[in-house]
């Protein structure tokens, strides 16, 4: 059987993908192939060009150059929503919750897309319409299990104390159902004692289903412990790929990002 | 509360409803039952520009277009022959025009329709923009709609507008249409499609991110929008059988806009609440605009008083009470029951 | 159509244009710094207009006198507005600021109407500007030529003190960002005053030349012209003081040579500049003037 780059078995796949911002490349010739179920990490210095990465995934940004390809699918020009919709979720490094909705609104608001009745049936009151809202209720409240956060479904998203955001802004992105999942700083902010949670929460996230999972973050610790591979970005490029021992002791990557003297946040 | 507690308690409401509008209809005095299609004329716009403006977030500003473009689709489909060429002295109104002649009824949800469809053709460029940009795109839009009513001779037979409208608005019509406005717009509001627009109003990338498209959301809630806004204009016409375009500007929108703020941005009952307040002040408010007898003093009336006030009243909310009355919450047989509750428990002992 | 009649148009034309844009920039100036569209701001046309007939028919001022002290009342008047109206929401959401402006001008122009009365007053055009030129077939009267070149004047002062002075590197600052300079220890709410001076002295500098233009004057008379020369702004690139100019030169002589051009459409007039607004927002949102957009 023929090795080919263009293989659908590739789940997800950035080829030479590069973002300038009028002469500043964030990103420059990034690419990155990854399997389904993989845990995968991506660090860098801050300005590294980390969440540039993730929102041109998104369809947040678009590349200048470059493509993204997911399932098989060129997915470098699709809107936002439509990208989600093709499975492909994510939490973002500053908390953006629907602060006025309820922790079970936040979830509901995920099975959106998949909606198959219509604005008319809502209006009319029809019970097609009742039954989807309860099957949205349920699937959301499952989530919100999985998540822990169940008794505060009621509660004010803004009220709720600030690991708990985060838990509850990754059980809003499981709720789309996404063959992959982008997690942006998911730590941050976090002690030492929620980070464990976090963590957890991730592997049990495994457990249950095959999604695939890439992830941001700052603290060494953390990604060391969790991922199964890392890639390291500086000044928009792609320093290293390898798994944590490898990463751990590649020259460049300390020089780059560990400074010499091991800055690592525990 | 159960479903079936709130069924019954929704038809007793109704019930109730029903039998305050069949005595006003029988003994009520034309002054008083002119109130009242006020007020129920007044909780469709306010309703359904609510709906828009508080619940999708988007500062809506030209809704006197749609209800200008309702006014006159239902003035003129409703009109016979006859009647229209009375109106049209200076030039003779087109083709199918002068000799069209629908129902009442028919014409009312064609005047939505017709509504809904100069939505449909504007939210394009309208659901481009965002913030300040639409608010003056929408702006525009309702001028020029105004504009072109004026322009217009032989089509709404411009600045002399539409006079001897048969006056088919009753209380059963505008009451019946405030209601359906209420239950309709509300049920959407509380569905996912409404908890869809929520989340574009709370944070539009975040709801981009979670899979809601924000221009399939936001043209369904404007065409609904302009629908309801549509058909209050065809009730408004034939309530006061005198329509020109004078009465379809920006301060149409001006007065819905206090209506909704002062009810609360956000909450169908606010709006209800600021369309109630707003008829039944403007009355009042009268008052002021005439010469008043105090004892063996007369105080003389000040034209432009009401206006004033009003004025004054959105500010202080905006500046003082932001939130209006009701906030963003709505009132419920649930949060009745609950403040009950809550007032039962502070009474024991 | 004639030479003379087009040159005369054309010369209409600029002369409206000088108008819009002095008072495009207050507009725009404002809404450089605080993101708010100043809905009341066409307002100050008029409160200007009624200060100078009182300074003339109530105390008797020659015009000279009473003029500018109506375009330094006007000022005030502005940064009172803000004070009033802007300042307690500057936390708000924007919702809330654009509510609060059109409750305030709505307020300014039913209180005039209730202290003045609706009824339309005649504006005395003092001879200085009421001579009529006569070249051949062209009669101008010398305030159409007058106007430019005060607009002309006006603007290069402003721009001096936005670009030369301490203060105007203060303004220039905070309408890049807002924060920032507040951090920097500048004293914002002084720098936002000044910015409503300035911007409220030129709209009274135009609200007299325009109730000169158009003698009669009434409480809702900034309407109009306020919208279009808010249209002229957004057109000019919104926050950029030479785009609200250019933009008012533009709208005044498209304006006028439309309807000069085609007669049949003067009833669209006032139609014609909110579609020429529409145009621009959908292919060029950040105006002629602005940066184009990104993504």
Redesign the interface.
Known sequence: MEEDSNAVSSFFQMRHVTREFGGLKAVSDFSITLERGELTGLIGPNGAGKTTVFNMI???LRPTAGDITWNGENITRL????I??RGI??T?QNI??????SVL?NV????????ESS?LT????LPK?GR??KR?REHSMKYLEQAGLAPLAFEKAQNLPYGLQRKLEIA??LA?QPGMLLLDEPAAGMNPMEKMELAAFIRRIREKSEVTIFLIEHDMKFVMNICERIKVINYGQSIAEGTPDEIRSDPEVISAYLGGASHAQG | MSKKLKFRLNVVSLVLLFGVLCLFSRYGSGYQVRILNNIAIFITLAVSYNFI?GVC?L?HLGPNGFIAIGAYTSALLSMTPAEKEINFILEHAIWPIDVIQVPFVVSLVAAGVVAAFFAFLISF?VL??R???L???TL??G??IR??C??SQSVTNGPLGLKGLYPHTNLWWSWGVATLTVV??Q??IN???G??M??IR??E??????????FRCLM?AFL?SAFFSGIAGGLLAHLITTISPGLFTFFLT?NL?IMI?VGG?GSTTGAVIGAVLFAWGGEALRAVEQPMEIGPFTIPG????R??I???I??LV??FA?KGIMG?SELSWNSLESKLAGWRRTRTP | MSLTLFLQQLINGVSLGSLYALIAIGYTMV?GIL?L?NFAHGDLLMVAAYAAIYGVLLFSLPWFVSFPLAVIATGAIGILLDRA?YR??RQ?P???L???A???S??ME??A??LIG?IPKPFPRPDFFGYVIKAGDLHILVLTIYSPVITLLLVLGLLYIVFKTRAGKAMRAASRDFEATRLMGINLDRIIALTFLLGSSLAAASGIMWAMKYPQINPFMGVIPG?KA??AA?IGGIGNIVGAVFGGFLLGLCEILIVALLPNLA??R??FA??L??GV??FR?TGIMGEPVIQ
């Open positions: 998104t369809g947040m809107a936002s929503h439509l989600t919709a979720a994510r973002f953006k919750l629907f602060a006025d909705m609104e509901m608001v995920s099975c959106h897309y998949s909606i604005f809502a209006m009319l009151g319409h989807e809202e949205i809003r992105a789309t | 403006n977030g500062l460029p481009r923009v913030g300040d940009y608010a003056i795109v525009g839009f001028e020029v504009v072109l004026n322009a309709v717009i049920r959407l569905s996912n499609y908890l869809a929520k989340a709370e944070d990338t975040a709801a981009r991110a979670m899979g809601v498209d924000p369904v609904i001006f806009l703020v941005l000040i034209p432009g008083m206006m004033v009003f004025s004054l959105l500010m905006i500046l932001r963003r | 809404y993101r569209i109206a307690p929401l708000a924007r919702v809330s654009l509510i609060s059109i409750g305030a709505f307020l039913n209180l109407l209730v609706g919208v808010f249209i957004v009833e669209y006032d139609a909110f579609l607004l529409i927002l959908l949102p």
